[in-house]
C-alpha cells in the first residue's frame, strides 16, 4: 500500500508544475507523454470532434507544464477574441467593425502590455520621478508574445475579410493553443491553418518520416550544439572585461551560432511534431547566416515574425508607398517596435533601432551596390559585412546590461591578442569543430538538404534507428547538467 502511494505520489509530483523544470521538446518527460499521445490520437483521429477536444485538453496540460496556472489566461484570451470576432461580423457598418476589432486588439495589447512591459515603465518612470516605490513581481507568462500575434492576426484578417470566423470557440482555441507552435512559435496563420483543422487530414508515411527527421534535426541542433556551445558562451557573457578579445570575440560569434541552433532547432522539432500530426507549418528559418544583406537576413531569420510585422505593421503604415523617406522610417519603426516585443528593456529597443537603420542604409545603397552584384568580391564583403553587423547586435541580445554589452564590445576592438588563438583552439577543440559545422551546413546547396531528407525518408527501419539511437547517445554524451530553456521562452 505504501508503494502504490509513493508510486502515485511521483506521479503526481512528475504531472505538477514547477516553475524551475518547464515541459521543453528536449525533455524526456514530453517525448514520454508525446508516446503516450499518438496512440490515441491516432485512434480517434478520423473525428474532427474528438481529435480537436483530444489536441485542445493536451495543450492545455502542456502549457500548464511550461507556464503553470496561465493557462487560464489562455483560455479567456481565446474566449473573448473568439467571441468579438462573432460580435465583428454581425456589424451592419464598417466603422462598427473597426470598433470591435480595435477593441480586441486593445484588450490584448493591454494583457501583453501588463504582464510583460509594466515593470519596464514603471521602471523608467521610477528614474525619471527619482522615486523608490517597489516594482511589483509580475511573471511573465510563456509564450504570450506568440499567442498575442497570432489573436491579433486573426481579428484583423476577419475584420479585413481574408478569414471567416470560427463557427466554435473550440476551432479557435484549437487555433490558438496548438501546442507544437504555443510557447515558442512558429506564429500561425490563421488562413493557414484553420483550413487544415477543418480537412482535419492524415499525415501519410511520407509526412511522419519527414516530421520524424526535422526532430531528430532539431534535437541535435538544440540537445547536442547549442546547449553544448552555450557552456563556453555563457562564460564570456556572464564575467564582461574578465576575459581577453579573441576570447569574448569567440564568445560573441558563439552565441550567434547558438541563438541560431537553439531556436531554429525548436522550430524545427515543432514543425516536425505537427508533421507527425498531419498539420503543416511554414518554414521558420531558411540558412540565415548565408544572407548578403540585412534584408535578406530578415526574410531568412524567424520568418514568421518577419512576415507578420510586415503584413500587419510595416504594409499599415504606408510600407514603401508614401514615399523614399516614408519607406525608411516605416521599416525603422517596424524593427524599433520588432525589438521592443522581443524584451522589455532598452538594450532590446536599441537592437531593433540598429537593425531598422541598418535595412535602411541597404535600401538607400542598393542603387549603388546592385552593379557589383555577381562579382564573388562583392558577395564575400556583403557577407563579411551582415555577420559583423548581425553578431555585434546580437551582443546587446544576450548580455545582463546595456553596460555589459558595451564592455564586451570594447573588449574585443581594445584587448585583442593574436597569441591567444592556438591555445584556445587546443583547448576548445569540440567547440570550434561544432561552429565549423554549423557554418560549413549554411554554404551547403539547399538541395543538398533536399536529398538528404528523401533519403532518410525512404530508408529502410534499421537506419532510422542508428540515426535515432547515435542522436540520443550525443545528446547523453554532450548534455550539461540539466536541460536547458530554449531562448526564446523568454519572449
Known amino acids: 500500500m505504501t ?13 505538477a508544475y514547477h516553475p524551475d523544470k518547464p515541459m521543453l521538446f528536449s525533455s524526456g518527460l514530453f517525448w514520454a507523454l508525446f508516446l503516450v499521445f499518438i496512440p490515441v490520437y491516432s485512434s480517434i483521429k478520423s473525428s474532427r470532434v474528438k481529435m480537436s477536444l483530444f489536441v485542445i485538453l493536451f495543450s492545455m496540460f502542456f502549457y500548464y507544464k511550461s507556464s503553470g496556472w496561465f493557462f487560464l489566461l489562455l483560455l479567456t484570451t481565446s474566449l473573448v477574441d473568439w467571441s468579438l470576432s462573432r460580435v465583428m461580423v454581425r456589424m451592419k457598418t ?24 509594466a515593470n519596464f515603465f514603471l521602471w523608467n518612470w521610477n528614474a525619471m520621478v527619482e522615486g523608490n516605490f517597489q516594482l511589483p513581481d509580475i511573471i511573465l507568462p510563456v509564450g504570450i508574445s506568440f499567442y498575442t500575434f497570432q489573436s491579433i492576426s486573426y481579428i484583423v484578417d476577419v475584420y479585413r475579410g481574408s478569414v471567416k470566423p470560427t463557427e466554435t ?39 511522419v518520416y519527414a516530421g520524424l527527421w526535422l526532430i531528430i534535426i532539431g534535437v541535435v541542433k538544440k540537445a547536442v550544439v547549442a546547449d553544448y556551445i552555450s557552456q563556453y558562451n555563457d562564460l564570456i557573457f556572464d564575467a564582461p572585461g574578465s576575459y581577453t578579445g579573441f576570447e569574448t570575440l569567440m564568445g560573441v560569434i558563439g552565441y550567434t551560432m547558438q541563438i541560431y541552433c537553439d531556436f531554429s532547432g525548436y522550430s524545427d ?102 552593379r557589383f552584384d555577381g562579382k564573388v568580391w562583392f558577395s564575400v564583403v556583403s557577407w563579411t559585412v551582415t555577420m559583423i553587423f548581425v553578431s555585434l547586435l546580437w551582443v546587446f541580445f544576450r548580455a545582463p546590461s546595456w553596460s555589459d554589452s558595451v564592455e564586451i564590445i570594447r573588449t574585443i576592438f581594445s584587448d585583442f591578442g593574436a597569441d591567444h588563438i ?64 530554449f531562448i526564446y521562452f523568454q519572449f
Open 94 to 117: 464598417r466603422r462598427s467593425m473597426k470598433l470591435i476589432a480595435a477593441l480586441s486588439i486593445v484588450v490584448s495589447l493591454s494583457v501583453l502590455g501588463y504582464f510583460k512591459y
Open 169 to 207: 470557440w473550440g476551432e479557435y482555441l484549437f487555433f490558438l493553443s496548438f501546442f507544437p507552435a504555443l510557447v515558442a512559435g512558429p506564429i500561425v496563420r490563421a488562413d493557414y491553418f484553420l483550413p487544415q483543422i477543418r480537412e482535419n487530414r492524415r499525415a501519410d508515411t511520407v509526412q
Open 3 to 15: 508503494t502504490l502511494s509513493t508510486i502515485l505520489h511521483n506521479i503526481a509530483d512528475l504531472l
Open 422 to 485: 592556438i591555445p584556445f583552439l587546443q583547448t576548445r577543440t569540440l567547440w570550434v569543430v561544432m561552429m565549423v559545422l554549423i557554418i560549413v551546413s549554411h554554404s551547403l546547396p539547399g538541395k543538398w538538404y533536399e536529398s538528404i531528407d528523401n533519403a532518410f525518408v525512404k530508408s529502410s527501419w534499421i537506419v532510422k534507428f542508428i540515426v535515432f539511437v547515435v542522436v540520443v547517445q550525443l545528446v547523453i554524451e554532450l548534455q550539461s547538467a540539466e536541460v536547458s530553456p
Open 269 to 370: 522539432m515543432a514543425i516536425g511534431i505537427a508533421a507527425i500530426l498531419g498539420f503543416n507549418l511554414s518554414v521558420n528559418f531558411n540558412l540565415p547566416y548565408r544572407s548578403k544583406s540585412l534584408t535578406e537576413f530578415w526574410r531568412r531569420w524567424h520568418i514568421s515574425l518577419s512576415t507578420w510585422l510586415r503584413d500587419y505593421l510595416y504594409i499599415p503604415l504606408g510600407g514603401n508607398r508614401k514615399g523614399t523617406f516614408r519607406t525608411y522610417l516605416n521599416n525603422f519603426l517596424t524593427m524599433l517596435i520588432g525589438g521592443l516585443w522581443h524584451g522589455a528593456a532598452w538594450k532590446f529597443v536599441f537592437w531593433g533601432a540598429m537593425h531598422g537603420v541598418g535595412l535602411a542604409v541597404n535600401k538607400m545603397c542598393r542603387p549603388f551596390t546592385e
